[in-house]
């Protein structure tokens, strides 16, 4: 069964300075990685996917990930921080075929922001 | 790009009452849509996976007689929330697989807060 670890719970980083946040998982082929970010009480907003070719994937709003098979890590990184980027964010990975085309979400990685 | 379109926002009900939530994709057709429970501060837990014209397939603990999922058109997926009870508070979030190749992926709606009173 696939799984998603993603070990920070809440991380707080000063406007402008760099933000990574880590994503681990446990799948047996090649997995569909995902991450979205999600504001509070709203739905989730897509900021990336890898599933294959060039491992250095960008994203929406300046964000990008690096997927490291050797690390089964797929850590998402962003420069430069603003304010506006304080949410909760998911790493996902999704299974084709038999397992239903399911979406397995990591716990979240709150995000603060200080000014 | 795909958009699914989830109402109400927001619901208040009384215990024991039933409450109905609905997604609709607006420009494809959602073959599969799943649905998620996500607690204050937590992850999403899914749910059910509807697939259209056929019965859902509940994971593992929740229950079918509860929480009714009809899929019965390409573009909507409703999920019942049958005789509610202030346990059954929180936010549900429903989702569309989309495509296939490069366009694999889902879309989210924005997400209904239940709350029970």
């Known amino acids: 069964a696939q799984s998603v670890t993603q070990p920070d719970i809440h991380i707080t980083v000063s406007e402008g300075a760099s933000l990574e946040l880590r994503c681990n998982y446990s799948?047996?082929?090649?997995?569909?990685l995902f991450w979205y970010v999600q504001s509070p009480g709203q739905g989730l907003q897509l900021l990336l996917k890898?599933?294959?070719?060039?491992?250095l994937v960008q994203g929406i709003k300046g964000f990008e990930a690096e997927f490291k098979r050797s690390q089964s890590s797929f850590n998402l990184r962003k420069p430069s921080v603003h304010w506006s980027d304080a949410a909760e964010y998911f790493c996902?990975?999704?299974?084709?075929?038999?397992?239903?085309?399911?979406?397995?979400f990591g716990g979240g990685t709150r995000v603060l922001v200080k000014p | 790009g795909a958009v699914v379109s989830q109402h109400p926002s927001r619901v208040i009900c009384k215990s024991g009452t039933s409450v109905k939530i609905e997604c609709r994709s607006l420009?494809?057709?959602?073959?599969?849509m799943f649905w998620y429970r996500q607690f204050p501060k937590q992850s999403l837990m899914l749910m059910a996976t509807?697939?259209?014209?056929?019965?859902?397939?509940?994971e593992q603990g929740v229950e079918k007689d509860k929480f009714l999922i009809n899929h019965a058109s390409l573009t909507l997926s409703t999920l019942t929330v049958t005789s509610a009870h202030p346990e059954d508070s929180s936010f549900y979030i429903c989702?569309?697989?989309?495509?296939?190749?490069?366009?694999?992926?889902?879309?989210f709606g924005s997400g209904t807060r239940l709350t029970v009173v």
């Open positions: 420009d494809f057709q959602a073959t599969t």
């Open positions: 799948y047996g082929a090649t997995p569909y």
């Open positions: 989702s569309a697989r989309l495509g296939g190749g490069d366009n694999y992926g889902y879309t």
């Open positions: 996902a990975v999704g299974a084709m075929g038999a397992a239903g085309n399911k979406l397995t």
């Open positions: 509807s697939n259209e014209g056929s019965k859902a397939t509940y």
């Open positions: 890898y599933f294959s070719g060039d491992t």
